[in-house]
């Protein structure tokens, strides 16, 4: 293939796909094979025109002795003679376990290492047409989705990929044209990896007894998919801003009865992008975790999923956090004292407001009447503390006449285990009077002899603070603050 040819089509595609600006910084991954010597080769030529700024790294993982060896000093070599700094390192996989994965895990650390000290702009690396193709048929014998069916995309995150419109041989004409050689890496023949096997084996077979442009199609299929992807990708964050309750880097909450009602496509767009908001990766979120997350949306009570990179998805009530970790409270103190004066405080997740009162409040909307209540204010002894729960605690629930330990009423209530110890307790020092969003104890409940009332709302600190409940209220249910 003649140099100026290949140029012209790589500038096009970088122009198509957005990929390279003038005067980018640029880090080249180079192994020294054909596929990458030929990205480096490429982007010395272009470098003056585009004003680049090149980087290489080689990354050696002494898995093959000499041969390894005999890699790095090639690229040395090229690199010297083509003026591009490079950065070598060398780094040692720990078992035969996973190899491959373990590996490309050991590359992009590296990369990332790389990046973080020098302050590049992107990484590129070698892909070509027939890694595409692998790619989408590897996915697609895995059962991914549309993700996965787009393949190697042009670019994801800071990582681009300009060769995927040349061919394996097209990458070799041009760099035999040229009389630049090339290492090759003779594992690339061991079919005890799954590459390699379908590299090796079966594409060639289907190429061979079923489609000779299988290659073409394949990619071609990975190009339409990624434009579904793209499509999907809009649709959901439309969606996403509808149903999401809180967002931040620390945890995504979303509202589970909207999402509910869409498909399940649809969903996986929305927890694909919760989950890389707190992960932070642009990979590793598979169809198995948009069933396993579909699963706790269906099931009663609350639940909690392990997902990669330390991701949590949990349900609580009406609402599916993703966060680093099992949900805990926002203040770590583990108890507070609430004295007569005091007319809020946040503790835990909530966000509390307490009035006295002489006149019977408006009764709370029926929706809010679990986080809400409305207590005979002499029955209690003041200040009052807002803690978390302890070993033998215990009360009277609302319409009892007998002590229940708390541990057997968060059972009977379904209370899941990792979130009894976030539920704040209100506790006079006498007695335990309210379990906050459960019940309240019998022993405070108001009667007709009751004069003097304390109202007390705990609203979740995500839910913006309504404000209006401190207005003061005429009518049927007057109320005067005291």
């Given at each position: 293939?003649?140099?100026g040819l290949a140029l012209k089509r790589l500038e096009a595609y970088l122009d198509e796909k957005q990929l390279v600006s003038k005067g980018d ?253 707190i992960s932070q990766k642009e990979t590793d979120f598979m169809a198995s975790h948009v069933n396993a997350i579909d699963e706790i949306l269906q ?173 003061k209220k005429r009518g049927n249910y007057e109320s005067d603050e005291l």
């Amino acid at each position: 293939m003649d140099t100026g040819l290949a140029l012209k089509r790589l500038e096009a595609y970088l122009d198509e796909k957005q990929l390279v600006s003038k005067g980018d910084k640029l880090v080249l991954g180079v192994s020294g094979g054909a596929d990458s010597t030929a990205l480096l080769y490429l982007f010395v030529q272009l470098r003056p025109k585009l004003d680049l700024s090149l980087l290489a790294v080689h990354v050696n993982h002494q898995l093959r002795a000499e041969e390894s060896d005999a890699d790095e000093t090639a690229v040395k070599k090229l690199c010297l003679a083509w003026n591009v700094p490079l950065i070598v390192r060398k780094i040692k996989i720990g078992n035969q376990a996973s190899l491959e994965d373990q590996a490309r895990k050991a590359r992009f650390k590296v990369f990332d290492e790389v990046m973080a000290n020098y302050h590049y702009d992107k990484i590129a690396l070698a892909h070509h047409r027939e890694d595409q193709a692998e790619t989408v048929l590897i996915n697609l014998l895995r059962g991914s989705g549309i993700n996965g069916l787009a393949g190697i995309k042009p670019q994801s995150g800071i990582v681009i990929h300009p060769l995927l419109g040349f061919s394996r041989s097209e990458l070799e004409k041009l760099l035999s044209q040229k009389t630049i050689g090339w290492q090759t890496d003779n594992s690339n023949q061991d079919n005890s990896f799954t590459r390699n096997r379908i590299r090796n084996d079966l594409l060639p077979k289907l190429r061979s007894e079923y489609n000779p442009s299988l290659n073409d199609h394949l990619c071609s299929l990975a190009e339409i998919f990624l434009q579904v992807e793209q499509l999907m990708t809009i649709r959901s964050r439309q969606q996403q801003r509808r149903h999401t309750l809180e967002s931040s880097p620390a945890r995504q909450i979303l509202e589970i009865e909207p999402l509910l009602k869409l498909s399940q496509v649809e969903r996986y767009y929305i927890f694909r992008h919760a989950f890389r908001v707190i992960s932070q990766k642009e990979t590793d979120f598979m169809a198995s975790h948009v069933n396993a997350i579909d699963e706790i949306l269906q099931s009663q009570g609350s639940k909690v999923i392990s997902l990669p990179h330390g991701v949590k998805v949990h349900k609580i009530y009406g609402e599916l956090c993703f966060s680093r970790e099992t949900p805990r409270t926002e203040v770590q103190e583990t108890s507070m004292e609430i004295d007569t004066d005091r007319a809020r405080a946040v503790f835990g997740n909530y966000r509390f407001t307490f009035r006295y009162v002489r006149n019977l409040p408006a009764p709370p909307e029926p929706e809010n009447q679990h986080l809400q209540i409305i207590i005979d204010a002499e029955k209690i002894n003041t200040p009052f503390t807002i803690r978390f729960r302890q070993p033998g605690d215990r009360f009277i629930p609302f319409g009892m006449n007998q002590f229940k330990k708390l541990k057997e009423f968060f059972i009977d209530e379904k209370v899941p285990k990792f979130e009894r110890d976030l539920i704040p307790i209100l506790d006079d020092g006498e007695k335990i009077f309210w379990i906050v969003g459960l019940r309240i104890d019998n022993r405070v409940r108001r009667d007709e002899g009751s004069s003097r009332f304390l109202h007390i709302v705990a609203e979740p600190l995500h839910v913006k603070p309504n404000r209006a409940i401190h207005k003061k209220k005429r009518g049927n249910y007057e109320s005067d603050e005291l």
